[in-house]
T-cell receptor, first 113, second 117 residues
Framework: DSGVTQTPKHLITATGQRVTLRCSPR?????VYWYQQSLDQGLQFLIQ???????AKGNILERFSAQQFPDLHSELNLSSLELGDSALYFC????????????FGPGTRLTVL | AQKVTQAQTEISVVEKEDVTLDCVYE???????LFWYKQPPSGELVFLIR??????QNEISGRYSWNFQKSTSSFNFTITASQVVDSAVYFC??????????????FGKGTKLTVNP
């Protein structure tokens, strides 16, 4: 158990809908990262927050957004969902901004029908 | 941009065999970190090791060992006396600096290891 929690574990929804994925980092970790794992793209970095501020953006679609709250938990919002958004979404956390190990949560499996 | 290549898509071995998973990387950074993660069938990503680019010493942890060679940009992972529980997808990853002063991970495509009894 990495100490990073993600909810829900599974999510099934329809095209055009909006969902919110939640992540709680390990105790003491200030950085939260979101990654997407799909069959065709593999594991790809989406976005990073550090102590409430966005610090890095990767291949994140404009339909996706995220935020980190004062209690350091983070939410990833996915809207206008398409079939291709079906994937495993991971949250990871680390203590510092960089030069640190990222510990991953169990992931949220999103299925868009 | 950084790139990680895991040329072996799938490997199948019989229990107790030794197996080496290859990882080759490309980077223009002088300081970077290399990682290995394990993804068992249950789906979570389990951290195995982090290696600093300045530390080329090989590392051993139980049946696991890692060989880092900067000259060939490789960071290979060997499992000695493999066990069925080692069956998983193994990912090699490389840190990449971002404009915000942080680091993200760039992952290889993964190697699926199947250990048969």
């Amino acid at each position: 158990d990495s100490g990073v929690t993600q909810t829900p574990k599974h999510l099934i929804t329809a095209t055009g809908q909006r969902v919110t994925l939640r992540c709680s980092p390990r105790s003491g970790d200030l950085s939260v990262y979101w990654y997407q794992q799909s069959l065709d793209q593999g594991l790809q970095f989406l976005i990073q927050y550090y102590n409430g501020e966005e610090r890095a953006k990767g291949n994140i679609l404009e339909r996706f957004s995220a935020q980190q709250f004062p209690d350091l938990h983070s939410e990833l919002n996915l809207s206008s969902l398409e079939l291709g958004d079906s994937a495993l979404y991971f949250c990871a956390s680390s203590v510092t901004l960089s030069a640190d190990t990222q510990y991953f949560g169990p992931g949220t499996r999103l299925t868009v029908l | 941009a950084q790139k990680v290549t895991q040329a072996q898509t799938e490997i199948s071995v019989v229990e107790k065999e030794d197996v080496t998973l290859d990882c080759v990387y490309e980077t223009r950074d002088t300081t970077y970190y290399l990682f290995w993660y394990k993804q068992p069938p249950s789906g979570e990503l389990v951290f195995l090791i982090r290696r600093n680019s300045f530390d080329e010493q090989n590392e051993i942890s139980g049946r696991y060992s890692w060989n880092f060679q900067k000259s060939t940009s490789s960071f290979n992972f060997t499992i000695t006396a493999s066990q069925v529980v080692d069956s998983a997808v193994y990912f090699c990853a490389l840190s990449e600096w971002t404009q915000g002063g942080s680091e993200k991970l760039v992952f290889g495509k993964g190697t699926k290891l199947t250990v048969n009894p």
